[in-house]
C-alpha cells in the first residue's frame, strides 16, 4: 500500500514537471524573412485596418527616435540604420522568449500591438507598400526587435539585420532592454 501510494504521488509529480515544462517552451510558430528597401531609416509593422498616423508630432518623438520604436493606434514604427535595404526576420511566438543571448545584438526593444483585423502588415516608408501580411488572432501583442550589425552601416551600404519576435501579450509600454549607442 505505501508503495502503491509512493508510486502514485511520484508519477503526479512527473506529470505536473513535464506540464510545467512544456508550457514554457517557447514555440516558433512560423517565421518569415524580410527583405525590402524602405526610407527614411524606418518601416512599420501595422494592423490592417490602422489609421496610420505615422505623420503626427506624438508619434516619432524624440524618446521614439532614440528608442529606435515609435508606436501609434495600431502600428509600430521601427528605426533602423540604414537608409533604405531591410534585411530581417519575422518570427510568431506563442510566448515571450525568454533565452536570448544580448551579446548577439546592438539594439533590443519592445512594445505592444493591437492588432484589431486579424492582419498583421509589415509597411516600408513612406509608401505603406505591404512587403508580408500575416493572418493572426486579433488581439493584443508584444513586439521584440533585434538590431544587430549596426556599426557596419556607411550611408545605405551595411550588413544590418532585424530579427522580430510577436507573441500574444496585453502591456503596451515601450521598453529598451539594450541599447545601441552611434559612434
Keep these: 500500500m505505501i508503495i502503491c501510494s509512493y508510486l502514485s504521488k511520484l508519477i503526479l509529480l512527473y506529470v505536473n514537471v513535464c506540464q510545467l515544462w512544456s508550457n514554457n ?3 516558433h510558430t512560423m517565421t518569415y524573412k524580410l527583405n525590402f528597401r524602405t526610407q527614411y531609416n ?3 509593422i501595422a494592423d490592417k485596418e490602422s ?5 503626427e ?3 516619432w518623438t524624440t524618446e521614439a527616435y532614440d528608442d ?4 501609434g493606434d495600431g502600428i509600430l514604427g521601427v528605426g533602423i540604420e540604414s537608409y533604405g535595404p531591410v534585411n530581417g526576420e519575422l518570427t510568431l511566438l506563442n510566448t515571450r522568449n525568454n533565452s536570448f543571448d ?6 533590443i526593444v519592445e512594445a505592444g500591438i493591437n492588432i484589431k483585423s486579424g492582419h498583421l502588415e509589415v509597411l516600408d516608408c513612406p509608401n ?9 488572432n486579433p488581439g493584443h501583442y508584444r513586439v521584440r526587435v533585434y538590431s544587430a ?3 557596419s552601416v556607411n550611408g545605405d551600404k551595411g550588413d544590418d539585420f532585424y530579427h522580430i519576435e510577436i507573441w500574444p501579450d496585453k502591456n503596451p509600454e515601450r521598453k529598451v532592454l539594450k541599447r545601441y549607442i552611434s559612434k
Design 149 to 151: 550589425n549596426l556599426a
Design 51 to 55: 489609421p496610420m498616423k505615422t505623420d
Design 57 to 59: 508630432a506624438s508619434f
Design 42 to 44: 524606418q518601416f512599420y
Design 25 to 27: 517552451k517557447v514555440k
Design 128 to 136: 505603406s507598400g505591404v512587403h508580408l501580411e500575416v493572418k493572426i
Design 68 to 71: 529606435r520604436l515609435a508606436i
Design 102 to 107: 544580448f551579446s548577439k545584438f546592438d539594439h
